[in-house]
């Protein structure tokens, strides 16, 4: 009885030894990883800080070397383009005056309104293109025809379909966002992977919940 109380202790005693060297090793991976993270967190700060700064100075002398340029050839080459100096003591007054804050709306009115529209017309037309072979075969050379003509080009054409001026102006804007969202609408359909496609056609999606949901 006295052997297997002793034999019981002495395995107690070997089985806390064995834990207590287990939580020591554990302690000190434990401390070398995180002595290793903090090496690796701390360097990768120091690289992005140092980084950034290097960017800041870099982008200052850029800066600084495009104005010193500016003022070189204002004052040589180019006498009739006015000098950083001249333009900041121009502008800087202009902007207190209420015609820049309107100037500022209506173009920023324009832009959106070209581009809202033209988003609404853009994105079912590329959707349909990328989705559907024969919608894809009966716009695609229109698209492709049109599409390589820049907007500035469509100045005088615009000037003679609208009579107004503002007319004109959103026709431009339009069509600087037309083609750009159309083709991108078109590539992203066309990106899909076909298998999803015909996961959804096993599990009995109709093409119109294809259509919404894929």
């Known amino acids: 009885?006295?052997?297997?109380?002793?034999n019981e202790g002495e395995g107690r005693m070997k089985s806390n030894s064995a834990k207590s060297q287990e939580g020591v090793i554990t302690k000190h991976f434990r401390k070398e990883?995180?002595?290793?993270?903090?090496?690796?967190?701390?360097?990768?700060?120091?690289?992005?800080?140092?980084?950034?700064?290097?960017?800041?100075?870099?982008?200052?002398?850029?800066?600084?070397?495009?104005?010193?340029?500016?003022?070189?050839?204002?004052?040589?080459?180019?006498?009739?383009?006015?000098?950083?100096?001249v333009t900041v003591t121009t502008v800087v007054p202009k902007m207190i005056e209420p015609w820049y804050y309107k100037s500022i709306f209506y173009s920023l009115y324009r832009v959106v309104v070209g581009f809202v529209v033209a988003s609404a017309i853009a994105i079912p037309?590329?959707?349909?293109?990328?989705?559907?072979?024969?919608?894809?075969?009966?716009?695609?050379?229109?698209?492709e025809l049109l599409r390589p003509v820049p907007p500035?080009?469509?100045?005088?054409?615009?000037i003679i379909i609208f009579a107004q001026l503002e007319y004109s102006i959103l026709f431009i804007t339009f069509t600087g966002a037309f083609f750009v969202v159309t083709l991108n609408a078109r590539l992203g359909a066309e990106s899909i992977d076909q298998s999803l496609f015909r996961a959804a056609w096993c599990l009995g999606a109709s093409r119109r919940q294809i259509l919404r949901h894929v």
């Open 1 to 6: 009885m006295i052997l297997i109380i002793r």
């Open 33 to 85: 990883v995180e002595a290793k993270y903090q090496e690796i967190y701390l360097g990768r700060q120091q690289r992005h800080r140092k980084s950034r700064n290097q960017q800041l100075i870099e982008g200052s002398i850029g800066v600084s070397a495009f104005i010193a340029i500016w003022y070189i050839l204002a004052h040589t080459i180019t006498p009739l383009v006015p000098d950083p100096i």
């Open 125 to 143: 037309l590329g959707l349909a293109m990328g989705w559907n072979r024969v919608s894809s075969d009966i716009f695609t050379p229109t698209f």
């Open 152 to 158: 500035v080009a469509w100045v005088p054409l615009s």
